[in-house]
C-alpha cells in the first residue's frame, strides 16, 4: 500500500543552525504535502504545507520544497530556536482515489541552546 | 471557534470493558477520521468518513468501530478492548474540497 517515508527519526541541533527533514512518498497521486509539529503532550498542528503544482514554500523561517519526480519533500528551518523542538510529520494526502492522509514515522527536532 | 470536541482526554479502562471515544466538531465537515499514535509508528488512520452513514476502514481498523449517523459526531467505539489498543488517539475533520485537517486534543487510553 502506499507509505511515506520520513528520516531522520531524531535530529539535534545547535540553536541558530539550519534543520532540514526528509519525506518520500509512494502513491503518484498525492498531490497535498502539510507538515505538522506536535509539542509533547499537544495535537499536531500545521505549519506549512505544499500543493504539488508548486516547487517550494517558505513562511519566515520554514520553508518546504518538493520534487514531484523523485517523489520527495523536504522541510527546512533555519535559524532555530528552543521552542523548534518538537516531533514534526510529514504527510501525503491525494484529492482523488482515496482521500487518505498518509503520514510519515515523525522526526524528534532537538535544539540545544 | 472552530474545533474538534474530544472526550475523555483520558482513559484507564480495563481489557474487555465496552469504551467509547467521542468527537464533534463544529465546522460542518464532511470529512473525519480516527487515527492512532504509538511511538515511532507516526499517526495510523484507524477508520474515516466521508459525511454521514458513510464510513470506510483505515490502515488499523481491527478491533475497533465508527458511526457516523449525524454530521457533527463520529465516535469511536472498543467493543473489547485489549492491552495493544493503549495509545494516544486522535480525531480529524476536514472540509469537503479543503485539504488542511484540524486535529481533536486526543485521547490518551491505557487498557489493563
Known amino acids: 500500500g502506499e507509505n511515506v517515508e520520513q528520516h531522520p527519526s531524531t535530529l539535534s541541533v545547535q540553536e541558530g543552525d539550519s534543520a532540514v527533514i526528509k519525506c518520500t512518498y509512494s502513491?503518484?497521486?498525492?498531490?497535498?504535502f502539510p507538515w505538522y509539529k506536535q509539542e509533547l503532550g499537544k495535537r499536531p498542528q500545521l505549519i506549512i504545507d505544499?500543493?504539488?503544482?508548486?516547487g517550494e514554500k517558505k513562511d519566515q523561517r520554514i520553508a518546504v520544497t518538493l520534487n514531484k519526480t523523485a517523489k520527495h519533500f523536504s522541510l527546512h528551518i533555519t535559524e532555530t530556536q528552543p521552542e523548534d523542538s518538537a516531533v514534526y510529520f510529514c504527510?501525503?494526502?491525494?484529492?482523488?482515489?482515496?482521500?487518505?492522509?498518509?503520514f510519515g514515522t515523525g522526526t524528534r527536532l532537538k535544539v540545544l541552546a | 471557534e472552530a474545533q474538534v470536541t474530544q472526550n475523555p482526554r483520558y482513559l484507564i479502562t480495563v481489557t474487555g470493558k465496552k469504551l467509547t471515544v467521542t468527537c464533534s466538531q463544529n465546522?460542518?465537515?464532511?470529512?473525519m477520521s480516527w487515527y492512532r499514535q504509538d511511538p515511532g509508528l507516526g499517526l495510523r488512520q484507524i477508520y474515516y468518513?466521508?459525511?454521514?452513514?458513510?464510513?470506510d476502514k483505515g490502515d488499523v481498523p481491527e478491533g475497533y468501530k465508527v458511526s457516523r449517523k449525524e454530521k457533527r459526531n463520529f465516535p469511536l467505539i472498543l467493543e473489547s478492548p485489549s492491552p495493544n489498543q493503549t495509545s494516544l488517539y486522535f480525531c480529524?475533520?476536514?472540509?469537503?474540497?479543503?485539504?488542511?485537517?484540524?486535529f481533536g486534543a486526543g485521547t490518551r487510553l491505557s487498557v489493563l
Open positions: 480529524a475533520s476536514r472540509g469537503q474540497g479543503q485539504n488542511i485537517q484540524y
Open positions: 505544499i500543493r504539488s503544482n508548486v
Open positions: 504527510a501525503a494526502f491525494s484529492t482523488s482515489g482515496t482521500y487518505k492522509y498518509i
Open positions: 468518513s466521508m459525511n454521514v452513514e458513510v464510513t
Open positions: 465546522m460542518n465537515h464532511e470529512y
Open positions: 502513491d503518484s497521486a498525492s498531490n497535498y
